[in-house]
């Protein structure tokens, strides 16, 4: 169902219209089965990008429940908007001019908005905001995992990136280069910025560092110099820094910081297409 209001023949820009139900409607066509399969993990990111914002205090029923109206609903219509149709026919956005190659905002942005409302509605962890004290530490669980799923997120963002271009072609080792050069500029400057701030290397800056400066240069990947790519990284990592002191001034509970990371980072990549893309 998704699939088909992301991608099927347009309707006037806003939702599609055909591609519906089991996969009878694609055929064999070889390209569409492979384009149907990639962008099925887009949307398995949108949707994820939620579970740890509301870590520790969502009923799984319910995430269940809100993995299936982001999937089936919220994203794949923005997604029309700004993608257009697999047939013919942009969505509205895409037709006046918005770029987002592999998804800062479709799929980070979406995301990230979507759990601040899922947080803001639970509310945080018990013990996270003592009263008239400081916001509580609650410590990672396994900071090796952590930084293990980081680095398999990385890994399959050269996927996600270097496939968007949805051809192996002479565009592709760029894309490929800039994405690297985000995510190093991210990691460091989350790094630094954990060291100058907390006089100790703070491992969840650089993790969500790594992850922030590959969310801002997923939408002008193929757009931007390397310096550029580098300097929207670094950008990236500082506003995830900031954000994540701004919810914790305002007591919102993001769990594993994907608010800063992907809807902050996600705001700010797209902007970068227009301040810096080619």
């Known amino acids: 169902v998704g699939f088909g209001l992301m991608f099927g023949q347009s309707q006037g820009g806003?939702?599609?219209?055909?591609?519906?139900?089991?996969?009878?409607?694609?055929?064999?066509?070889?390209?569409?089965?492979?384009?149907?399969?990639?962008?099925?993990?887009?949307?398995?990111?949108?949707?994820?990008?939620?579970?740890?914002?509301?870590?520790?205090?969502?009923?799984?029923?319910?995430?269940?429940?809100?993995?299936?109206?982001?999937?089936?609903?919220?994203?794949p219509v923005f997604g029309h908007w700004a993608w257009g149709?697999?047939?013919?026919?942009?969505?509205?956005?895409?037709?006046?001019?918005?770029?987002?190659?592999?998804?800062?905002?479709?799929?980070?942005?979406?995301?990230?908005w979507i759990a601040l409302v899922a947080v803001a509605m639970i509310g945080p962890r018990s013990g996270r905001f003592p009263p008239d004290q400081p916001p509580a530490v609650i410590p990672a669980g396994n900071l090796p995992m952590a930084m293990l799923g980081a680095l398999l997120l990385f890994f399959g963002w050269l996927g996600f990136n270097g496939g968007s271009t949805f051809a192996l072609n002479e565009t592709v080792p760029g894309i490929l280069v800039n994405t690297t050069l985000a995510a190093t500029a991210g990691c460091a400057t989350g790094l630094v910025i954990g060291r100058v701030w907390h006089g100790y290397y703070e491992t969840l800056y650089l993790i969500n560092g790594l992850i922030a400066g590959l969310v801002a240069v997923t939408a002008g990947a193929h757009a931007l110099s390397h310096l550029q790519a580098l300097l929207t990284g670094a950008v990236g990592a500082l506003l995830m820094v900031w954000a994540n002191g701004w919810l914790l001034r305002r007591r919102i509970d993001d769990a594993v910081g994907a608010i800063p990371a992907h809807l902050v980072a996600g705001i700010w990549g797209t902007l970068a297409v227009g301040l810096f893309g080619d």
């Open 14 to 75: 806003w939702i599609g219209a055909t591609l519906f139900g089991a996969f009878d409607q694609i055929g064999h066509e070889p390209a569409l089965l492979a384009f149907a399969l990639f962008q099925i993990m887009f949307c398995a990111t949108a949707a994820t990008i939620v579970s740890g914002a509301v870590a520790e205090r969502m009923r799984f029923g319910a995430y269940l429940a809100l993995s299936a109206v982001v999937s089936v609903l919220i994203y």
């Open 85 to 112: 149709s697999w047939h013919s026919g942009e969505g509205w956005l895409r037709t006046l001019g918005f770029v987002d190659f592999a998804g800062s905002t479709v799929v980070h942005s979406v995301g990230g």
